[in-house]
């Protein structure tokens, strides 16, 4: 594969990953639950290595097809990643769409499927060239099948939208095709394509679902009829069968009879499962759009179910857990600190410029005005590419940065004080003065368990590391605009909590408002009863328990823990 095809893999999903917000708020098919963008986000995460071993990367989409949507898509590209010349384009492409409807048991037009039966069409009657005048081509028959599912599936006629999953992949191949016509500027923004359709009616009402949205992936030691015969009397049941594994996704009441069942015939290699009646609750209640929204990085310590919560966007960096490689906020604590604690390879990456770039247009597509808390220019470049996306995009100034010198714990404690006092004003000059104030007054402080992990990124002379751990030195670290600095060095965990109420008391008394964060790595049990004291000192304040940030935890390892507080 050449280069350009590889970056036009890699376009295509990162622009997926740039609109999953939107794609989520519109997922009303077959199950109004919300999640089709971090479904296709994670799903197509494996084509940002498209050129590499063509079997690693179809393997890596089996395994990391998530959700209806994720499992078709994954059938389709698992043909398409192969092509290795324009030539192949619709072979390949005839290959995916007859994998997508065979992957599912009722597949359904007005979907995904929609849009791989135009995409095969249009190849049927020109071949593709690489410039522009071919890419304008292929794409409005692209975006009329988009269209056109909202009067095919009488629910997405009722809810007054199109497809999430069909125009999830309208936009990956918008990415895709301009990308190799070397069209890459220009797009238009998806609000402006679908604008009156990408708004859930407020007449729309979902019935009530319970039981749970299960995926895995299972190497079968016994018949595949075996396998086939538990999973296949589930509902929404799909079924991948490759070499000796299955991948299955389907709805079932019962996910650990499931899971029993298929651990009985062999060894379950992964494992996902969603509360489809949470699922729903939280899409039905999701925060109205409002025309004022703040975007910060997910370098914050917070989580996706927060930014759905309370109604920002998170920009996230890329984490690398040995072969596995996804955005921070989908993988799982748990998976990271135990992969890092069985000395797994782990490292960081951001997001490409292309990607953050699309990041800024979905924002401002979907909002009057954006408040960037953008994460410590110390720490990444986000702050200096977001200002030169604006000297080119943004003349009326919609887009507001501001750089928190801030990461972890204290820059999310800064997003969730600005998100709630934008939400009681909902005037965004005043909110930037907020955020400003809060810039300065919150402070953050994190207790290492080790320091070899800061040592193996590079932030740490080996040296010194091995001299800590030695001698059983915890380092106690704080994030300033200028970089981190070493704010003492304790002994044990007794130490570590006088030390944090030491801090958290010269700067609060007892009946001050404020917001606290506690964050946990792979400790959330001591973390938790230090909350309990925490909540006996300070009454009136606001305590919270959050995950701290993966990248932060890729960096500082397991057993690490932090507190920030903000005075409000």
Request: glycine content about 6%.
């Given at each position: 594969?050449?280069?350009?095809?590889?970056?036009?893999?890699?376009?295509?999903?990162?622009?997926?990953?740039?609109?999953?917000?939107?794609?989520?708020?519109?997922?009303?098919y077959?199950?109004?639950?919300?999640?089709?963008?971090?479904?296709?986000s994670?799903?197509?995460?494996?084509?940002?290595?498209?050129?590499?071993?063509?079997?690693k990367?179809?393997?890596?989409?089996?395994?990391?097809?998530?959700g209806?949507?994720?499992?078709i898509?994954?059938?389709?590209?698992?043909?398409?990643?192969?092509?290795?010349?324009?030539?192949?384009l619709?072979?390949?492409?005839?290959?995916?769409n007859?994998?997508?409807?065979k992957?599912?048991?009722?597949?359904?037009?007005?979907?995904?499927l929609?849009?791989?039966?135009a995409?095969e069409?249009?190849?049927?009657?020109?071949?593709?060239i690489?410039d522009?005048?071919s890419?304008d081509?292929?794409?409005?028959?692209?975006e009329?099948?988009?269209h056109?599912?909202?009067?095919?599936?009488?629910?997405?006629?009722?809810?007054?939208?199109?497809?999430?999953?069909?125009?999830?992949?309208y936009?990956?191949?918008?990415?895709?095709?301009?990308t190799?016509?070397?069209?890459?500027?220009?797009?238009?923004?998806v609000?402006?394509?679908?604008?009156?359709?990408?708004?859930?009616?407020s007449?729309?009402?979902?019935t009530?679902?319970?039981?749970?949205?299960?995926?895995?992936?299972v190497?079968?030691d016994?018949?595949?009829?075996?396998?086939?015969?538990?999973?296949?009397?589930?509902?929404?049941?799909?079924?991948?069968h490759?070499?000796?594994?299955?991948?299955?996704h389907?709805?079932?009441?019962d996910?650990?009879?499931?899971?029993?069942?298929?651990s009985?015939?062999?060894s379950?290699?992964?494992?996902?499962?969603?509360?489809?009646?949470?699922?729903?609750?939280?899409?039905?209640?999701?925060?109205?759009?409002?025309?004022?929204?703040i975007m910060?990085?997910?370098?914050?310590?917070?989580?996706?179910?927060?930014?759905?919560?309370?109604?920002?966007?998170?920009?996230?960096?890329?984490?690398?857990?040995?072969?596995?490689?996804l955005p921070?906020?989908?993988?799982?604590?748990?998976e990271?600190?135990?992969?890092?604690?069985?000395?797994a390879?782990?490292?960081?990456?951001?997001?490409?410029?292309?990607e953050?770039?699309?990041?800024?247009?979905?924002?401002?597509?979907?909002?009057e005005?954006?408040?960037?808390?953008?994460?410590?220019?110390?720490?990444?470049?986000n702050y200096?590419?977001a200002?030169?996306?604006?000297?080119?995009h943004?003349?009326?100034?919609?887009?507001?940065?501001?750089?928190?010198?801030?990461?972890?714990g204290?820059?999310?404690?800064?997003?969730?004080?600005?998100?709630?006092?934008?939400?009681?004003t909902?005037?965004?000059e005043?909110?930037?003065?907020?955020?400003?104030?809060?810039?300065k007054?919150c402070?953050?402080?994190?207790?290492?368990e080790?320091?070899q992990?800061?040592?193996?990124g590079?932030?740490?002379s080996?040296?010194?590391?091995?001299?800590?751990d030695?001698?059983?030195m915890?380092?106690v670290?704080?994030?300033?605009?200028?970089g981190?600095?070493?704010?003492?060095?304790?002994?044990?965990?007794?130490?570590?909590?006088?030390?944090?109420?030491?801090?958290?008391?010269?700067?609060l008394?007892?009946?001050s408002?404020?917001?606290?964060?506690?964050?946990?790595?792979?400790?959330?049990?001591q973390?938790?009863?230090?909350?309990?004291?925490?909540?006996?000192?300070?009454?009136?304040?606001?305590?919270?328990?959050?995950?701290?940030?993966?990248?932060?935890?890729?960096?500082?390892?397991?057993?690490?823990?932090?507190?920030?507080?903000?005075p409000i």
């Amino acid at each position: 594969m050449d280069e350009l095809l590889k970056k036009s893999f890699m376009a295509g999903a990162e622009r997926v990953a740039a609109w999953a917000d939107l794609l989520d708020a519109i997922n009303v098919y077959p199950v109004a639950d919300g999640d089709t963008g971090r479904n296709l986000s994670i799903s197509l995460s494996p084509l940002r290595f498209a050129g590499d071993e063509k079997d690693k990367v179809i393997r890596h989409l089996l395994m990391a097809a998530r959700g209806n949507s994720g499992n078709i898509a994954s059938q389709f590209f698992s043909a398409f990643c192969t092509v290795d010349s324009l030539q192949h384009l619709k072979v390949v492409v005839q290959e995916g769409n007859a994998r997508a409807w065979k992957a599912v048991s009722n597949p359904r037009s007005g979907t995904m499927l929609s849009v791989f039966d135009a995409l095969e069409e249009i190849l049927s009657q020109q071949d593709f060239i690489p410039d522009q005048k071919s890419a304008d081509q292929i794409l409005p028959r692209l975006e009329r099948a988009v269209h056109e599912t909202r009067e095919q599936l009488p629910k997405l006629k009722e809810a007054g939208v199109v497809d999430s999953g069909a125009l999830g992949m309208y936009i990956f191949f918008e990415g895709f095709f301009y990308t190799l016509a070397g069209y890459t500027n220009s797009y238009r923004p998806v609000t402006d394509v679908f604008k009156d359709h990408l708004v859930i009616s407020s007449a729309f009402k979902e019935t009530p679902e319970a039981g749970y949205c299960v995926d895995f992936v299972v190497k079968a030691d016994t018949s595949s009829d075996d396998v086939i015969k538990i999973a296949g009397g589930q509902e929404s049941a799909i079924i991948i069968h490759e070499g000796d594994l299955f991948k299955i996704h389907l709805h079932t009441a019962d996910k650990e009879k499931i899971k029993a069942q298929m651990s009985a015939l062999g060894s379950v290699m992964t494992w996902e499962a969603d509360n489809l009646s949470d699922q729903i609750k939280e899409f039905m209640n999701a925060p109205t759009d409002s025309r004022m929204h703040i975007m910060t990085d997910a370098a914050g310590s917070l989580t996706r179910e927060d930014a759905k919560k309370y109604g920002f966007t998170l920009l996230n960096s890329y984490l690398h857990v040995s072969e596995k490689s996804l955005p921070e906020t989908y993988f799982h604590p748990h998976e990271l600190y135990s992969a890092m604690s069985a000395g797994a390879k782990v490292s960081t990456s951001q997001s490409s410029v292309f990607e953050r770039h699309q990041f800024y247009s979905s924002v401002l597509a979907r909002f009057e005005k954006v408040l960037y808390l953008c994460v410590g220019s110390v720490y990444t470049g986000n702050y200096s590419v977001a200002l030169e996306w604006k000297k080119e995009h943004d003349p009326q100034n919609r887009l507001m940065v501001i750089d928190t010198g801030a990461a972890s714990g204290r820059l999310g404690t800064i997003v969730l004080a600005t998100q709630r006092y934008l939400t009681q004003t909902n005037d965004m000059e005043k909110t930037f003065a907020f955020a400003e104030r809060a810039v300065k007054t919150c402070e953050e402080y994190v207790f290492l368990e080790k320091l070899q992990y800061l040592a193996s990124g590079g932030r740490l002379s080996k040296t010194s590391a091995f001299f800590g751990d030695m001698l059983k030195m915890k380092p106690v670290i704080s994030p300033h605009p200028e970089g981190v600095r070493k704010a003492g060095v304790v002994r044990n965990r007794k130490d570590q909590i006088t030390m944090a109420l030491g801090k958290m008391a010269a700067a609060l008394n007892k009946d001050s408002y404020a917001l606290i964060m506690l964050e946990y790595s792979d400790n959330v049990v001591q973390v938790s009863e230090f909350q309990k004291q925490v909540k006996e000192l300070y009454p009136q304040a606001d305590i919270i328990l959050q995950p701290l940030s993966l990248t932060s935890g890729a960096h500082m390892g397991p057993g690490t823990w932090g507190v920030a507080f903000l005075p409000i």
